[in-house]
């Protein structure tokens, strides 16, 4: 049972319209966002800084950034933000091939060396205590320039608050992201967990 239960579609007519930025994303609204709904002014917050940092403004691609998001969310153990991600990867051009091996990145061919330093990069940072160290950023600045480095650990930082968000708050996973999860996940141990 989630600690706060989201509120209805229609409640605020200003996060509704925010929110169809969700629909692009993921096909349907989170219950994270309809949850923050009982404060419009973080849901509509949390909405514009999701558009900013998802934004496409070089070369990280969408599905890398839901590769990464899904990368950070897995490393800290919230289920219901790997099922998001990896849904939205797959719907931004992720190959089940790609999206199957994500955790041989390391040994594939499916991935850039620039996408493995952003992988390497979303593991240390999402890592408590963090554990980005030297050779880190040196990977990363051998690949990427500093907006873009800046797009990545956007990324790792917003869904480390949707991670602290929907695994305290047990938020309830929409059908749609468990038959993601389900389906995109299976050879993972993924389960719902708590997001009944």
């Not at 496409?56 to 153990?77: F, H, M």
């Not at 990324?155 to 305290?168: A, P, Q, T």
Request: hydrophobic fraction near 40%; glycine fraction near 6%.
């Amino acid at each position: 049972m989630p600690l706060v239960k989201p509120l209805p579609t229609d409640a605020n007519e200003e996060v509704i319209e925010l929110a169809k930025f969700f629909n692009e994303t993921l096909g349907f609204c989170p219950n994270s966002v309809l949850t923050m709904q009982h404060r419009p002014a973080i849901a509509k917050a949390f909405i514009n800084l999701n558009m900013a940092v998802m934004a496409n403004d070089g070369r990280v691609t969408a599905e890398q950034k839901r590769l990464i998001g899904y990368i950070t969310s897995a490393n800290t153990g919230c289920r219901y933000c790997e099922a998001h991600t990896i849904l939205a990867a797959e719907r931004y051009g992720g190959t089940e091939e790609r999206l199957a091996n994500i955790w041989s990145f390391r040994e594939s061919d499916l991935y850039t060396q620039a996408e493995k330093a952003a992988f390497e990069l979303a593991l240390a940072a999402s890592s408590v205590p963090n554990a980005v160290n030297d050779e880190i950023t040196a990977q990363m600045h051998e690949y990427w320039d500093d907006g873009e480095i800046v797009e990545i650990l956007g990324v790792i930082s917003l869904f480390g608050y949707l991670n602290r968000w929907n695994d305290s708050m047990g938020t309830t996973m929409e059908t749609g992201a468990v038959d993601a999860g389900e389906r995109l996940l299976s050879e993972s141990p993924w389960t719902r967990g708590k997001h009944i």
